[in-house]
């Protein structure tokens, strides 16, 4: 997947227009029914995300001992699970959370993948031979058992949550920049800078750095669902973020314990999920397929 | 030939030490003494001073992590802190299951999969072939917990025509396949995507090939060449992909067995997390890592000895 993303971008070229490029890309997205069902559903979880505290009808944390398990009701539009809390306000919240761990485990992940991969593709052979056995290993593990380790170590919570991500999401990306810096770095623009003596720092991040960041781009958002599955399935085994704060995996977890009573929040609870891991996959697929000639050409085929 | 494998294999073990060497460095790095930070603040004294005895905690580092390395490297993955039994012996107690497990999914995976993707040849560029399509990305993105979750409370809570917990015993084979029958196919439903795509895309690939027209100018019908001789071709990238997905089913088992309380790996990996059994998860990680490698050189050597060409590019 990522050598497809990096032969995309060295084909697409650089002249074009950015915002030309951007207005076609998204009219292109939105002109499969795959892009659209995406772009509906990622903007719908955004939206929601961002307004979420306005939305809530209830505080996530409002115990209400009378109305323990009740179903759907006028009151509690999705019910409430077994300490009585409201489950659409534990929804919408847990939107917001699901949004900030995986943009700021993303952001994490980006920032030191990219310094990380530049320097193995530009730096010295010994390094670089380093720095890939040290990205292999790091995917050569199954990324639940990697992340259960951590657990027992620092301790469940958000911190954990997010350092789990960026261990699994690092070698990834350092690996694209990496190849897109080894590809770069014979071309005649890098070679004319190095013969006017440019220091590495300038050529790194004057020149080498933009034409790294479209392609990775494209890869974190296909990751999205990824890392919402992660941080779910983590908060769902109880080693997530803490039990009080509202995240579907928390719901999904309350709701396993009392599965055998009812099937609410066990269903409240993986929607999000489900719409949250389809939307971001679709979206990113047709991203690519957009981005990407050579692979839409070969659909269409 | 020969030297590829034995360089895959090195590769591997020096991954492996590489692994160890995050968790062991990652043990020493948190503040504090190592065997709380390993067991947990509620962890008896007597506990405490077996786990500094056996990872060596009074000696300097280099040396501990000999220590380590060279257990590891005879295959002594050390003892549960809480039972005093060695980790591999326990691993190896509960490994059947978690195999039987990956071995069902990959029958679900591959059955389903080969199944869409030809229907989806067959009615290539019409509806069944898009909403194949979109469904295949589907099952993909969608998590394998939540299909655990599903699957449990349909066939296991609302129907209960499927048992919802446990494995069942090996002497009662009926009871067993039952029991196996919704936790595999939770876990290979993911893959029935992967594998879906795989086998339009090659099968695509395939009937575009000069001998595929030549069939077809001799007047064989559509679906005879494509069950009979693309599917074949097909079948080459289905079996790279299948062996690559190994790991992948591993994640998958961590929630099933949890979600259906089945005995074996990923079970005890998470009981041990939450008892705060470090040697235990230690060891857990340390043989899925193991078999996760084995199965990617897996895939390479299959991958060349079926296609002459990869075997050129190899050499």
């Known amino acids: 997947m990522s050598e497809a993303v990096s032969n995309m971008h060295v084909a697409s070229g650089f002249n074009q227009r950015r915002s030309l490029r951007i207005a076609r890309t998204l009219r292109q997205i939105h002109s499969t029914p795959l892009g659209a069902i995406g772009v509906v559903l990622v903007t719908l979880i955004v939206l929601v995300a961002a307004l979420a505290p306005w939305i809530a009808p209830y505080s996530p944390t409002a115990i209400s001992v009378t109305e323990r398990l009740a179903g759907p009701s006028a009151a509690h539009w999705l019910g409430t699970d077994q300490l009585g809390r409201d489950l659409f306000t534990r929804v919408i919240l847990g939107t917001r959370t699901a949004m900030t761990v995986a943009l700021v485990s993303l952001t994490a992940a980006l920032a030191a993948a990219i310094p990380l991969g530049l320097i193995a593709g530009y730096g010295p052979r010994w390094l670089d031979g380093l720095l890939v056995l040290v990205f292999d290993s790091l995917s050569s593990l199954p990324m639940i058992m990697f992340g259960l ?18 261990a699994y999401s690092v070698p990834s990306y350092a690996r694209l920049v990496r190849a897109q810096t080894l590809s770069l770095k014979a071309r005649d623009f890098i070679r004319a800078e190095q013969v006017m003596n440019a220091s590495s720092l300038r050529i790194l991040f004057v020149h080498l750095l933009p034409n790294v960041v479209g392609p990775l781009l494209i890869l974190a958002c296909l990751d999205l669902s990824t890392v919402i599955t992660l941080e779910a399935g983590l908060s769902f085994l109880g080693l997530g973020v803490k039990p009080q704060v509202p995240s579907w995996g928390n719901i999904l977890s309350d709701g396993f314990s009392v599965i055998r009573n009812t099937p609410v929040p066990v269903l409240v609870g993986s929607i999000p999920i489900v719409l949250a891991t389809i939307g971001f996959t679709f979206f990113g697929e047709a991203l690519r397929d957009a981005l990407d000639p050579k692979l839409a050409t070969e659909k269409s085929a | 030939m020969t030297f590829f494998i034995l360089r895959r294999v090195g ?27 390993a067991l947990g603040a509620r962890s008896t004294p007597e506990m405490r001073l077996a786990f500094h005895e056996m990872m060596g905690l009074d000696r300097p580092f280099y040396e501990q992590l000999g220590l380590f390395i060279g257990r590891l490297s005879v295959g002594d993955l050390g003892e549960d802190v809480w039972s005093r039994r060695p980790v591999l012996t326990m691993i190896a107690e509960v490994m059947p299951h978690t195999i039987t497990l990956a071995l069902a999914s990959f029958a679900w995976a591959v059955a389903l999969g080969v199944a869409l993707g030809c229907l989806a040849v067959l009615y290539r560029g019409r509806w069944p072939d898009w909403l194949i399509g979109l469904l295949s990305i589907g099952f993909v993105a969608v998590p394998s917990f ?22 069942g015993e090996m002497s009662d084979p009926l009871g067993y396949l039952k029991a196996l029958i919704l936790p595999s196919f939770a876990i290979g439903l993911g893959w029935v995507g992967y594998v879906s795509r795989i086998v339009r895309a090659a099968m695509i690939e395939a009937m575009n090939e000069p ?28 079996l790279s992909v299948i062996a690559i997905g190994f790991g992948g089913l591993l994640t998958g088992s961590v929630f099933a067995e949890i979600v259906f309380s089945r005995p074996g790996l ?35 050597i299959l991958a060349a000895l079926l296609d002459p060409r990869v075997k050129r590019a190899l050499q």
Request: aromatic letters at 8%; glycine letters at 6%.
């Open chain 2, 266 to 300: 990923g079970k005890m990996t998470y009981d041990a997390v939450i008892t705060r059994n470090f040697p235990v998860v230690m060891g857990t990680v340390m043989v899925t890592a193991a078999l996760y490698i084995a199965c990617m050189i897996c895939a390479d």
């Open chain 2, 211 to 238: 001998y595929v027209r030549t069939l077809q100018s001799f007047g064989v019908g559509q679906r005879r060449v494509v069950l009979r001789y693309a599917l074949r071709q097909s079948m080459l990238s289905v």
């Open chain 2, 11 to 37: 590769l591997g073990i020096a991954i492996l030490f590489v692994v160890a060497l995050m968790l062991f460095s990652l043990m020493h790095m948190i503040p504090g003494d190592p065997a709380v930070v």
């Open chain 2, 146 to 167: 939540v299909v655990s979750l599903y699957t449990l409370l349909l066939f296991a809570v609302t129907l209960n025509w499927l048992p919802a917990i446990g494995a």
């Open chain 1, 149 to 166: 380790a951590i657990v027992v170590l620092l301790g469940p919570g958000v911190s954990t949550v997010i350092l789990v991500i960026v």
